[in-house]
């Protein structure tokens, strides 16, 4: 609140002159009562008054009125602030206003304030849904997701997941490629396809055909629309050798205009993905990039790898797109029953979608902290139960981080930005 100390200091005379106007009427009053005979009682003056602020005495003595330091006393100003803080029993280390507030005009404000910018408190059950969800997560991820494929991690056996068995049965998918997808082999032939280092020129080491689609961005699911597409309309493949180097190669394919691109990259992707070693999970190609150090020992001599090489035994080891999408199991149970509660919580007391529009800050931090508990669920379960095998990482549990960090950050600073723009505005209304 603006604090005008002149003003306070002005008014004091101000009152004065008016009191002295009040009392000159009074005496009056008085005389004319005395002359038609009415018997007064005698006139008791006003209490002993303090000198007024100005320096000017009263005519009279008036009310009390405490003395205020003048500008250049700020310190005892300080003193008599702190003086009457304690007369009050007021701790100014505590928030202040629960402490001169009735208990219902704080209840009403709460409300007030619950029903303009929405109530993001959690209670009980909001933290019992959260956890639950996380807890159920990760332990669909240790119980159905595992691994993909039986396998040998440093002479210990492993079962892969029964669901990712399923997607990446031989016999199945040789049925679903020759009915679905092997027309389409012929009809999207691409630059970016080299299956061998001597294919690229000697150019991309480490290139053989159970990892060409890894160590090529143009079959990624989701890189592969920006680096498969620039390639076809430049004829060029664009790879990440064994040693993490970005390399583009000139292929002998004529460019093409950017919608043939598009049309041929599609057909080109779905060709690829029931085949035996099939598609890399979206984005897991940069993993290669720069032979940045990992957790991981791949080899019973403890030494840690690069991601390069990690990624590289991922793929070969049945990390594939079809894994992938086992593993999006995970964060959709997380988002499945955060938001059925949500929205079923919201119905049972009545809830608008309005109400539910400016309540969304608390639905996206339930979900960053429900992701955040299987995320550390994966961890824990690759490092303890699978003997840090990186196959056992969901990876898509971790991408599913990312989104919900950013929803929560959106959401957090809108909310903000509407709390202080109508801060602003009551501002306004009261100086006005």
């Known amino acids: 609140m603006d604090f005008d100390l002149k003003d306070v200091l002005e008014r004091e005379p101000r009152v004065s002159d008016t009191l002295d106007e009040v009392e000159s009427e009074f005496d009056a009053v008085r005389a004319r009562l005395r002359a038609m005979g009415a018997s007064l009682s005698a006139h008791r003056p006003w209490p002993d008054a303090v000198t007024a602020v100005s320096g000017e005495p009263p005519?009279?003595?008036?009310?009390?009125?405490?003395?205020?330091?003048?500008?250049?006393?700020?310190?005892?100003?300080?003193?008599?602030?702190?003086?009457?803080?304690?007369?009050?029993?007021?701790?100014?280390?505590?928030?202040?206003?629960?402490?001169?507030?009735?208990?219902?005009?704080?209840?009403?404000?709460l409300r007030g304030y619950a029903g303009e910018h929405g109530d993001i408190s959690w209670d009980r059950t909001d933290w019992m849904v959260v956890v639950s969800a996380g807890v159920l997560a990760t332990l669909l991820d240790v119980i159905l997701v595992r691994i993909p494929q039986d396998s040998t991690f440093l002479g210990k056996k492993y079962t892969g997941s029964p669901l990712t068995r399923w997607l990446q049965d031989r016999d199945r998918a040789r049925a679903i490629h020759n009915q679905f997808f092997k027309g389409f082999e012929k009809l999207a032939k691409v630059p970016y396809d080299a299956a061998t280092t001597k294919a690229t020129g000697g150019l991309v080491s480490g290139m053989r055909?159970?990892?060409?689609?890894?160590?090529?961005?143009?079959?990624?699911?989701?890189?592969?629309?920006?680096?498969?597409?620039?390639?076809?309309?430049?004829?060029?493949?664009?790879?990440?050798?064994?040693?993490?180097?970005?390399?583009?190669?000139?292929?002998?394919?004529?460019?093409?205009?950017?919608?043939?691109?598009?049309?041929?990259?599609?057909?080109?992707?779905?060709?690829?993905v029931y085949t035996p070693a099939g598609l890399q999970p979206?984005?897991?190609?940069?993993?290669?990039?720069?032979?940045?150090?990992?957790?991981?020992?791949?080899?019973?001599?403890?030494?840690?790898?690069?991601?390069?090489?990690?990624?590289?035994?991922?793929?070969?080891?049945?990390?594939?797109?079809?894994?992938?999408?086992?593993?999006?199991?995970?964060?959709?149970?997380?988002?499945?029953?955060?938001?059925?509660?949500?929205?079923?919580?919201?119905?049972?007391?009545?809830?608008?979608?309005?109400?539910?529009?400016?309540?969304?800050a608390k639905l996206t931090s339930m979900l960053l902290l429900g992701h955040a508990i299987a995320a550390s669920g994966t961890l824990l379960k690759t490092g303890l139960l699978f003997g840090v095998n990186p196959v056992a990482l969901n990876y898509n549990q971790i991408l599913a981080m990312a989104p919900a960090t950013i929803a929560w950050l959106k959401e957090a600073i809108a909310r903000d930005h509407r709390i202080n723009h109508a801060l602003e505005k009551e501002w306004e209304s009261l100086r006005t």
């Open 282 to 360: 979206p984005f897991f190609s940069l993993l290669q990039l720069g032979r940045v150090d990992s957790p991981f020992a791949l080899g019973p001599s403890g030494v840690e790898v690069p991601w390069t090489d990690v990624a590289r035994y991922m793929y070969t080891n049945g990390y594939d797109l079809r894994h992938f999408f086992t593993m999006g199991i995970t964060p959709g149970v997380v988002t499945a029953i955060i938001r059925g509660y949500w929205l079923l919580n919201s119905y049972a007391t009545g809830g608008s979608a309005a109400q539910r529009k400016v309540e969304h």
């Open 209 to 272: 055909p159970a990892t060409h689609r890894l160590q090529s961005l143009g079959h990624d699911p989701a890189l592969g629309f920006l680096f498969g597409v620039a390639d076809l309309m430049r004829g060029t493949g664009t790879y990440i050798d064994k040693a993490g180097r970005l390399v583009q190669v000139a292929a002998n394919a004529a460019p093409v205009d950017l919608i043939t691109s598009l049309i041929t990259h599609m057909r080109h992707l779905l060709s690829d």
């Open 59 to 109: 005519s009279h003595l008036r009310y009390a009125v405490p003395a205020v330091p003048t500008e250049d006393d700020f310190d005892h100003l300080v003193t008599l602030a702190e003086a009457r803080l304690d007369l009050l029993g007021l701790d100014l280390t505590r928030d202040p206003l629960p402490q001169v507030l009735p208990t219902s005009q704080i209840a009403d404000s």
